[in-house]
């Protein structure tokens, strides 16, 4: 299984940005999906989550309202989509999968694997 996350990068505040993560290896509309972060210094947090099990989309109250999840099945990719974006959403970002198809969670303990990250700097 391999996931690749593309698309950060350094935008100014109250930009946009959308992040890919490319999946192999699995079918991504099988299984829950999760979107984290992590900024210098701090732990990883999570950022929303979906599941097939309630087809329900869970996000953390930093983000509620700003941040929301896509796929296309034919690409086997899910996005981030990012609005908003301030300083305090500079972080490096990551997708990730969880095997166990249930109402998803946004603890990174729950999830089997992992992207390599991709940075993500909002400053003017």
């Known amino acids: 299984v391999q996931l690749v996350e593309s698309g950060g990068g350094l935008v100014q505040p109250g930009a946009s940005l959308k992040l890919s993560c490319v999946a192999s290896g699995l079918t991504l509309d099988r299984y829950t999906v999760g979107w984290f972060r992590q900024a210098p210094g701090k732990e990883r947090e999570g950022v929303l989550c979906?599941?097939?099990?309630?087809?329900?989309?869970r996000y953390a109250d930093s983000v509620k309202g700003r941040f929301t999840i896509t796929r296309d099945n034919a690409k086997n990719t899910m996005y981030l989509h990012m609005n908003n974006l301030g300083p305090e959403d500079t972080a490096l970002y990551f997708c990730?999968?969880?095997?166990?198809?249930?109402?998803?969670?946004?603890?990174?303990?729950?999830?089997?694997?992992w992207g390599q990250g991709t940075q993500v700097t909002v400053s003017s």
């Open positions: 990730a999968v969880d095997q166990l198809i249930a109402p998803c969670g946004l603890k990174d303990y729950e999830y089997d694997y």
């Open positions: 979906r599941s097939p099990s309630d087809d329900n989309t």
